[in-house]
């Protein structure tokens, strides 16, 4: 079964740091990009970041730009979300989702439960 | 930035029923660039459809896209119980890629 299983979440002050994880399983990481995905409570879907299948290739949403970094270790399956200065508009779910394919703008196709970070004094 | 606005916000309908939700981008979208998404309540998202009329794997007929260059839509046909969730349209082919707001859907 194909799957990624975030970790890495929980509760942060304001200007502090925290490093989520995404283990991939089922298949071959370094045949697709990988994005993540946040959630703010109650709210819509918000891309962060994605990093195509050689990490050639990065994006970041503005918002998070110069705070956040994305990587990929592919012989370990795993996705890294690093982030820095948290704000508590950084309080949200967030996801790891795998693309269709190697590059970075294709579809997401498995999307995993989910980490919570909440950011608070 | 590209930025997507879906309408209605909340469509509720009965079941058996025909949904039809509608993104409108901010500038012309490629089709193959433009997908959605159903979140059902406390579950991750599901992609339904990319490329703008392609459906995901294990995906029901009843669920169909089309549309291009600035408006999309997502027909729902045959609408039942467990369609109730939020849809989400997404556009992947410039960066940032963004969202639309959602648009939730009831059955009545």
């Known amino acids: 079964e194909v799957l990624v299983v975030e970790s890495g979440g929980g509760l942060v002050q304001p200007g502090r740091s925290l490093r989520l994880s995404c283990a991939a399983s089922g298949f071959t990481l370094d045949d697709y990009a990988m994005h993540w995905v946040r959630q703010a409570p109650g709210k819509g879907l918000e891309w962060v970041s994605g990093?195509?299948?050689?990490?050639?290739?990065?994006g970041y949403a503005d918002s998070v730009k110069g705070r956040f970094t994305i990587s990929r270790d592919n012989a370990k399956n795993s996705l890294y979300l690093q982030m820095t200065s948290l704000r508590t508009e950084d309080t949200a779910m967030y996801y790891c989702?795998?693309?269709?394919?190697?590059?970075?703008?294709?579809?997401?196709?498995?999307w995993g439960q989910g980490t919570m970070v909440t950011v608070s004094p | 930035e590209i930025v997507l606005t879906q309408s209605p916000g909340t469509l509720s309908l009965s079941p058996g029923g025909r949904a039809t939700l509608s993104c409108r981008a901010s500038q012309s979208v490629s089709t193959i660039y433009l997908a959605w998404y159903q979140q059902k309540p406390g579950q991750a998202p599901r992609l339904l459809i990319y490329g703008a009329s392609t459906r995901a794997t294990g995906i029901p007929d009843r669920f169909s896209g089309s549309g291009s260059g600035t408006d999309f839509t997502l027909t729902i046909s045959r609408l039942e119980p467990e369609d109730v969730a939020v849809y989400y349209c997404?556009?992947?082919?410039?960066?940032?890629?963004?969202f639309g707001g959602g648009t939730k859907v009831e059955v009545k």
């Open positions: 990093i195509n299948w050689n990490s050639g290739s990065i």
């Open positions: 989702a795998k693309a269709l394919s190697r590059r970075l703008g294709e579809a997401f196709h498995i």
């Open positions: 997404q556009q992947y082919g410039s960066s940032p890629l963004t």
